[in-house]
């Protein structure tokens, strides 16, 4: 009375939990600077994370100290949104190996293992997960996904938010001689 699983295509796992297989990310600065201004300097929030965009949250006040709310309200205040089953399940197989319990969106409770432990989640690898429904008062740490995908910054001698940068106009007249009228 045996019977063996295993995942579809396009589908990791052991065939008791299947992950959508992911397609890891490009590095958006590469294309168009990522949306930033030309000069300005771009990095992927997403790519160079290595976890697609997810990351683990903790309050200030130490491990398991937030219920199902203020997890939700703490990932907001950081610019983000409690990460989605397949966001999470995502960043494992990006990479995120963590053995700590955290909120993720719809009030459930896991975390991402790489490697089988004993310690950790009885020797499963994937998403090991909570049994649901999970008591919203109860404390955890939280999985967050980074709305915002990349960040913009204007190099020195330049204002702007990274989006537009502009030079100063003091040192663009200062480096070109042939303003030199002008700027007297």
Known sequence: NERECECLPGYVGNGVQCLEKVVPPVDRCLEENGGCDPVATCSDLHYHANTAGVFHLRSPEGRYKMNFTQADIACQ????????????GDAQQLGMHLCVAGWIEGGRVGYPTRFPSTNCGDNHVGLVMYKDPVDQ????????????????????????????????????????GNFSIFYK
């Open 77 to 88: 205040a950081e610019g983000a949104t409690l990460a989605t089953f397949k966001q999470l």
């Open 137 to 176: 008062s109860s404390k955890y740490d939280a999985y967050c996904y980074r709305l915002k995908e990349v960040s913009c910054s204007c190099p020195e001698g330049y204002v702007g938010n990274g989006d537009f940068c502009n030079g100063v106009l003091t040192s663009v007249l200062a480096t070109n």
